[in-house]
């Protein structure tokens, strides 16, 4: 298992960052990121259960999902980290962080993060989002995540990776995962944690984030940016990196 999280380190030096990606993403949706914080990092992407090519879980589910990223953790040796989840892999990562009885993870970083409540979803989009696979649904749901334009390196990988997606995970997640409430645990937790958001996100909406995040996470720290969407990640890449570096490195930042 440790080979999986080899094939996906950037940089060998530094302080370790871990990085969950979003529903329908990879590790590889880290890229532009990590190619900015590798020359000072040890940064690691995992394919999570059913994405990227990787196998799904035969019964997914938040802990499984959270005990599988522990797992490889283990196996690759790695110890201290700050832990960096985007949307779903917010949830997931926030999970981890309730599991955390050895203290590993350092800060918790959530990027627009699914939250700790249940993630509001209309029937028509639930609809949509269940025809998979499907060229047609995939694009549709890139270009309307979207604020910022996508280079075509980016746009094409972030179609290719939902249409990679395993259909057991997929549905899955819509059908249970964003509706599995992790609240009440959520709230205990005592370690540093930033949640990074845009105001224009179409999907992680000021709203959501304001009522189901901020109020469960009362210990947090909310930074928000603007004009950019949900797949911040590869939006704004540069805001990403500099808001991890200023969090990790804090008084590097002054």
Request: with cysteine.
């Given at each position: 298992m440790a080979e999986n999280v080899k094939e996906q380190q950037y940089g060998n030096d530094g302080e370790v960052l871990v990085f969950l990606h979003y529903f329908g993403g990879s590790g590889k949706s880290w890229e532009w990121v990590t190619d900015k914080l590798s020359n000072n990092y040890r940064c690691i992407t995992l394919n999570l259960p059913g994405f990227g090519g990787s196998p799904s879980m035969v019964n997914p589910s938040i802990q499984g999902f959270a005990e599988y990223v522990q797992k490889e953790l283990e196996s690759a040796g790695i110890t201290i980290h700050t832990l960096i989840g985007h949307s779903m892999g917010g949830k997931i990562a926030m999970q981890i962080a309730i599991n955390d009885s050895k203290e590993f993870v350092k800060h918790l970083i959530l990027v627009a993060p699914s939250?700790?409540?249940?993630?509001?979803?209309?029937?028509?989009?639930?609809?949509?989002?269940?025809?998979?696979?499907?060229?047609?649904e995939a694009e549709r749901s890139v270009d309307r995540a979207i604020k910022q334009p996508l280079t075509e390196e980016?746009?094409?990988?972030?179609?290719?990776t939902q249409l990679m997606s395993d259909e057991v995970a997929?549905?899955?997640?819509?059908?249970?995962?964003?509706?599995?409430?992790?609240?009440?645990?959520?709230?205990?937790?005592?370690?540093?944690i930033t949640v990074l958001a845009s105001e224009d996100?179409?999907?992680?909406?000021?709203?959501?984030?304001?009522?189901?995040?901020?109020?469960?996470?009362?210990?947090a720290k909310l930074i928000t940016t603007?004009?950019?969407?949900?797949?911040?990640?590869?939006?704004?890449?540069?805001?990403?990196?500099?808001?991890?570096?200023?969090?990790?490195?804090?008084?590097k930042a002054k």
């Amino acid at each position: 298992m440790a080979e999986n999280v080899k094939e996906q380190q950037y940089g060998n030096d530094g302080e370790v960052l871990v990085f969950l990606h979003y529903f329908g993403g990879s590790g590889k949706s880290w890229e532009w990121v990590t190619d900015k914080l590798s020359n000072n990092y040890r940064c690691i992407t995992l394919n999570l259960p059913g994405f990227g090519g990787s196998p799904s879980m035969v019964n997914p589910s938040i802990q499984g999902f959270a005990e599988y990223v522990q797992k490889e953790l283990e196996s690759a040796g790695i110890t201290i980290h700050t832990l960096i989840g985007h949307s779903m892999g917010g949830k997931i990562a926030m999970q981890i962080a309730i599991n955390d009885s050895k203290e590993f993870v350092k800060h918790l970083i959530l990027v627009a993060p699914s939250p700790p409540t249940t993630e509001p979803l209309s029937d028509d989009e639930k609809t949509h989002m269940l025809n998979h696979p499907n060229l047609k649904e995939a694009e549709r749901s890139v270009d309307r995540a979207i604020k910022q334009p996508l280079t075509e390196e980016q746009y094409k990988l972030a179609v290719e990776t939902q249409l990679m997606s395993d259909e057991v995970a997929w549905r899955w997640w819509i059908l249970q995962g964003m509706n599995h409430s992790i609240a009440e645990k959520a709230e205990l937790l005592e370690l540093p944690i930033t949640v990074l958001a845009s105001e224009d996100d179409p999907v992680m909406t000021s709203d959501v984030i304001n009522q189901r995040v901020m109020p469960v996470l009362k210990q947090a720290k909310l930074i928000t940016t603007s004009r950019v969407g949900h797949l911040s990640p590869l939006e704004a890449p540069e805001w990403i990196a500099t808001q991890i570096r200023n969090i990790v490195n804090p008084e590097k930042a002054k």
